[in-house]
């Protein structure tokens, strides 16, 4: 009793069977009363902990949890620039459950690898290579751009049945499931910038180009 703390900053107490605990406002621990299990001199240093307990002969703290991993485009451990590599790398493991999938995968943290981790890559990717919005769906080679190059990519692979997979992101797979097909099209067709994100909308020469090279696609499907 003689040994008790004075002053304020206490979160908590614990009394045990001959010894006592004190929480501080910072998460350390202050020990006081008899030490002749060495309940008192092992008291544990430092600070963050969020939680006390006193035994007869010994005392529990309970230390906040570390915090999730910073979600990063970097999927292949590489040290420079995200690329399309990233991305196939994260299609490896799409539709999967984390755990077991490891956790750098899941890049908004609702422990499925998904299109919503696709979405959180395609804007932390950007922001990594220095561009102040996310990629589009469909810019198969993450110029800034959805273009007739990019249509090239998604016809030249155009695979509906998967068959010939998988098809990574730059084959124009932008949806993850392993195959290129008219979903992806579509997509491209809604995202068709050929002078770049957030440019004029695209004149009507180039909107007729993609609206033809789309009835090659369809006639790919039929036939």
Do not use: K, M
Not at 50 to 65: D, F
Not at 86 to 99: G, M, Q, R
Not at 146 to 161: E, G, I, K, M, R
């Amino acid at each position: 009793v003689s040994n008790t703390p004075t002053g304020t900053g206490f979160q908590a107490i614990a009394a045990g069977g001959w010894h006592s605990l004190a929480l501080t406002s910072d998460g350390s621990i202050v020990s006081w009363g008899d030490d002749f299990g060495g309940q008192v001199s092992d008291t544990p240093t430092g600070n963050g902990f969020t939680a006390i307990a006193a035994g007869g002969y010994h005392s529990l703290a309970l230390t906040a949890p570390p915090p999730p991993p910073e979600a990063d485009c970097l999927l292949e451990g590489e040290v420079e620039g995200c690329g399309t590599e990233d991305l196939d790398a994260l299609y490896a493991v799409f539709n999967t459950n984390v755990p077991p999938t490891d956790v750098r995968f899941d890049l908004n943290f609702d422990t499925v690898v998904d299109g919503g981790d696709l979405n959180e890559w395609l804007s932390l990717a950007a922001t990594r290579n220095g561009h102040g919005s996310p990629y589009l769906l469909g810019d198969t080679d993450l110029d800034r751009d959805v273009d007739l190059a990019d249509y090239s990519a998604l016809a030249n692979n155009f695979d509906p049945t998967g068959s010939l997979g998988p098809h990574g992101w730059n084959d124009g797979n932008s949806d993850g499931d392993n195959d290129v097909d008219l979903a992806d099209y579509n997509v491209l067709a809604s995202n068709f910038s050929p002078a770049g994100y957030g440019a004029a909308p695209v004149p009507e020469p180039a909107s007729v180009c993609l609206l033809l090279a789309g009835l090659l696609v369809l006639a790919r499907v039929r036939f």
